[in-house]
């Protein structure tokens, strides 16, 4: 008899406390329940998310399906890209149950994901991401269309990228940064083919880097787009050089960091490269004309072992220790340039160094190889705002410098604060979509606590 009053005394606490599943509506069935005035993908019903923070939620899950704002569609088989489906709970605990707190959060979000029916009911694209605030909990519901994308590995990344907001209890940023990390997982950032290391440390390094660890909309995001804004910027200029068939290497085309003592205008860059041969400078480059076949790390150099820049027998510049870590990788172990793909040998080849000018002032019969080798890694370093979509799409207007890429439509979209002023103003009109169905059978997922 004792242990029965217990029980029931503790399943009554929990009900009080917590929240079952049967007891949470759909936010877009009966939105003021879950503290929305419109249909909504996010159900709050003890008001933890400020307004404005959840119609940022709210926006950012409409940009998800609508495949906009940075974000793309999901593929799904013969129907096609299709928008993924994303919804949040908020509750104060976990109903009373058996298992972890971790096991429970995720039980709530399968329970969740199959009451609303979040995804489409043949693409099975849905994602449900639940807090319960006193239990101190996440859970994450991955429909089993989308399980091979958002792999459980990942999952674990992204509650693990939000735990430093939600110690803070910025709930609404800590739902920002795991929302986003989603999306931006579902939009398929891959980084360029030659990179290596694309696993679980690779997600995580994604997660930290596309949500300044835990930061998204923050000061630090907005630093991290200007920079990778003024790497747009860099490769206009050389776009526009190219064009006036002025182009030299002033930047190592792997780390697009400068070289020391480039001159930052494309104009004058062969002065400021023949101040330095003749003597009234310091060259800093390492000119390696052979390299010992099959071992890219012995090439035989000049005598100045401790410049900074290294340039291979095609021609193509580097730093010299992004060169050595490039061939020390897997990515280097067919041993060729990273940007025109010829072959590391003992053998000058005086048409391959005519395709690079060896510094001199060129074209885009040079530099066009390089503008792709250099987008490629601007992508990698910037999956968050530079896609593969952005890439194709200014690929055909390359040789127009009047197509400016770091004023472009597509990249002006994803500058943080436009993206938060955008998902304020669309989440305040609530979802631009309804459930469609989805569930969590045969999906994946996880659960954690901070």
Same mark, same amino acid.
């Given at each position: 008899?004792?242990?029965?009053?217990?029980?029931?005394?503790?399943?009554?606490?929990?009900?009080?406390?917590?929240?079952?599943?049967?007891?949470?509506?759909?936010?877009?069935?009966?939105?003021?329940?879950?503290?929305?005035?419109?249909?909504?993908?996010?159900? =709050?019903?003890?008001?933890?998310?400020?307004?404005? +923070?959840?119609?940022?939620? =709210?926006?950012?899950?409409?940009?998800?399906?609508?495949?906009?704002?940075?974000?793309?569609?999901?593929?799904?088989?013969?129907?096609?890209?299709?928008?993924?489906?994303?919804?949040?709970? /908020?509750?104060?605990?976990?109903?009373?149950?058996?298992?972890?707190?971790?096991?429970?959060?995720?039980?709530?979000?399968?329970?969740?994901?199959?009451?609303?029916?979040?995804?489409?009911?043949?693409?099975?694209?849905?994602?449900?991401?639940?807090?319960?605030?006193?239990?101190?909990? /996440?859970?994450?519901? /991955?429909?089993?269309?989308?399980?091979?994308?958002?792999?459980? =590995?990942?999952?674990?990344?992204?509650?693990?990228?939000?735990?430093?907001?939600?110690?803070?209890?910025?709930?609404?940023? +800590?739902? &920002?940064?795991?929302?986003?990390?989603?999306?931006?997982?579902?939009?398929?950032?891959?980084?360029?083919?030659?990179?290596?290391?694309?696993?679980?440390?690779?997600?995580?390094?994604?997660?930290?880097?596309?949500?300044?660890?835990?930061?998204?909309?923050?000061?630090?995001?907005?630093?991290?787009?200007?920079?990778?804004?003024?790497?747009?910027?860099?490769?206009?200029?050389?776009?526009?050089?190219?064009?006036?068939?002025?182009?030299? $290497?002033?930047?190592?085309?792997?780390?697009?960091?400068?070289?020391?003592?480039?001159?930052?205008?494309?104009?004058? +860059?062969?002065?400021?490269?023949?101040?330095?041969?003749?003597?009234?400078?310091?060259?800093?480059?390492?000119?390696?004309?052979?390299?010992?076949?099959?071992?890219?790390? +012995?090439?035989?150099?000049?005598?100045?072992?401790?410049?900074?820049?290294?340039?291979?027998?095609?021609?193509?510049?580097?730093?010299?220790?992004?060169?050595? &870590?490039?061939?020390?990788?897997?990515?280097?172990?067919?041993?060729?340039?990273?940007?025109?793909?010829?072959?590391?040998?003992?053998?000058?080849?005086?048409?391959?160094?005519?395709?690079?000018?060896?510094?001199?002032?060129?074209?885009?019969?040079?530099?066009?190889? &390089?503008?792709?080798?250099?987008?490629?890694?601007?992508?990698?370093?910037?999956?968050?705002?530079?896609?593969?979509?952005?890439?194709?799409?200014?690929?055909?207007?390359?040789?127009?410098?009047?197509?400016?890429?770091?004023?472009?439509?597509?990249?002006?979209?994803?500058?943080? /604060?436009?993206?938060?002023?955008?998902?304020?103003?669309?989440?305040?009109?609530?979802? $631009?979509?309804?459930?469609?169905?989805?569930?969590?059978?045969?999906?994946?997922?996880?659960?954690?606590?901070?």
């Amino acid at each position: 008899m004792r242990s029965h009053l217990v029980f029931l005394w503790v399943l009554s606490i929990s009900l009080v406390l917590g929240l079952s599943p049967d007891k949470l509506p759909s936010p877009q069935e009966d939105p003021a329940s879950c503290g929305r005035t419109n249909p909504s993908a996010v159900c =709050d019903p003890s008001g933890y998310l400020p307004p404005s +923070a959840a119609d940022t939620v =709210d926006g950012i899950i409409n940009f998800i399906h609508d495949g906009s704002h940075g974000f793309n569609k999901v593929p799904c088989g013969s129907s096609g890209p299709t928008g993924a489906q994303l919804a949040v709970a /908020v509750v104060p605990s976990l109903p009373f149950g058996l298992g972890s707190k971790p096991d429970r959060a995720f039980q709530l979000a399968k329970d969740f994901h199959d009451r609303w029916g979040v995804g489409d009911a043949t693409c099975q694209n849905g994602v449900v991401l639940v807090l319960a605030i006193r239990d101190r909990s /996440v859970g994450l519901s /991955v429909g089993r269309g989308v399980k091979n994308i958002l792999t459980d =590995d990942m999952v674990s990344g992204i509650i693990n990228s939000m735990k430093g907001k939600l110690r803070d209890k910025d709930y609404g940023g +800590a739902l &920002e940064v795991g929302v986003t990390a989603i999306g931006n997982i579902l939009s398929g950032g891959k980084p360029p083919k030659e990179s290596s290391g694309w696993g679980v440390l690779g997600f995580l390094f994604f997660v930290v880097t596309c949500c300044g660890i835990g930061s998204c909309f923050d000061r630090r995001k907005r630093r991290r787009y200007a920079r990778c804004k003024q790497v747009l910027r860099s490769i206009d200029e050389q776009r526009a050089a190219a064009n006036a068939d002025r182009y030299v $290497t002033t930047s190592c085309p792997i780390c697009l960091e400068d070289f020391p003592n480039a001159s930052k205008s494309q104009g004058t +860059a062969g002065s400021s490269k023949e101040g330095d041969e003749t003597g009234t400078g310091t060259s800093a480059t390492k000119t390696v004309r052979t390299v010992k076949a099959g071992n890219p790390e +012995a090439p035989e150099t000049t005598d100045e072992e401790t410049e900074a820049e290294r340039v291979l027998p095609c021609g193509h510049k580097f730093h010299d220790k992004c060169i050595v &870590e490039w061939f020390s990788g897997t990515q280097g172990a067919n041993t060729l340039c990273p940007i025109c793909r010829q072959p590391i040998s003992e053998e000058r080849d005086v048409r391959i160094e005519n395709r690079t000018n060896f510094g001199s002032p060129s074209g885009w019969d040079v530099y066009d190889p &390089e503008y792709r080798f250099r987008m490629e890694r601007a992508q990698f370093y910037y999956p968050d705002y530079i896609t593969w979509g952005m890439i194709n799409s200014w690929d055909h207007d390359r040789y127009r410098s009047d197509h400016s890429l770091a004023t472009s439509n597509a990249f002006v979209a994803v500058d943080p /604060v436009v993206v938060a002023e955008a998902a304020r103003a669309s989440g305040t009109s609530g979802s $631009t979509f309804s459930f469609g169905g989805g569930s969590s059978a045969g999906g994946g997922g996880g659960g954690g606590g901070w």
